[in-house]
C-alpha cells in the first residue's frame, strides 16, 4: 500500500464539473494502478473509474463512462477524476485506492480487498 490523499470536492449546482485529485507522496506511485470509489449515503462504497500505473488503461463502471475522465500525471504523484455534468446521484464521498494490477473487471477493485481507506473527499451536487 502506498499513501492517498483525496481532495478537490465541493458544491457544485447539478451540470457544473469538478475535478478530484489524488495525491501521494511514495516514490513508488507509478508501480500502481489507481481506483476511484465512492460511497452515497445510505450505499455501498463502490468503484467508479481505475487507471494503469501509465495511464493508458482505464476502467469504468458502465454508469458514469460518458461524464467521468480518469487521467495520472505520475510526475506530480497524482491522479485525477473529472466529473462533468454533475447529477444529483453523485453526491457521495469519493476514495482513490492503490492495486498492484490493473484490471478491466470491477470484482478486482471489490471494496472488501482494501484494508484502510483515507478520509476521501466530499461531492455535494445541488438541484
Known amino acids: 500500500q502506498i499513501p492517498l490523499v483525496e481532495s478537490g470536492g465541493g458544491l457544485v449546482q447539478a451540470g457544473g464539473s469538478l475535478r478530484l485529485s489524488c495525491v501521494s507522496s511514495?516514490?513508488?506511485?507509478?508501480?500502481?494502478?489507481i481506483g476511484w470509489f465512492r460511497q452515497s449515503p445510505g450505499k455501498e462504497r463502490d468503484i467508479v473509474a481505475a487507471?494503469?500505473?501509465?495511464?493508458?488503461?482505464?476502467y469504468y463502471v458502465n454508469s458514469v463512462k460518458d461524464r467521468f475522465s480518469i487521467s495520472r500525471d505520475n510526475a506530480k504523484r497524482t491522479v485525477y477524476l473529472e466529473i462533468d455534468n454533475l447529477q444529483e446521484e453523485d453526491t457521495a464521498t469519493y476514495f482513490c485506492?492503490?492495486?498492484?494490477?490493473?484490471?478491466?473487471?470491477?470484482?478486482?477493485?471489490?471494496?472488501?480487498?482494501?484494508?484502510?481507506w483515507g478520509q476521501g473527499t466530499q461531492v455535494t451536487v445541488s438541484s
Open positions: 487507471t494503469s500505473w501509465n495511464g493508458r488503461s482505464k
Open positions: 485506492q492503490p492495486h498492484r494490477e490493473f484490471h478491466y473487471d470491477g470484482d478486482y477493485w471489490r471494496r472488501e480487498k482494501f484494508a484502510t
Open positions: 511514495a516514490a513508488t506511485f507509478d508501480d500502481y494502478a
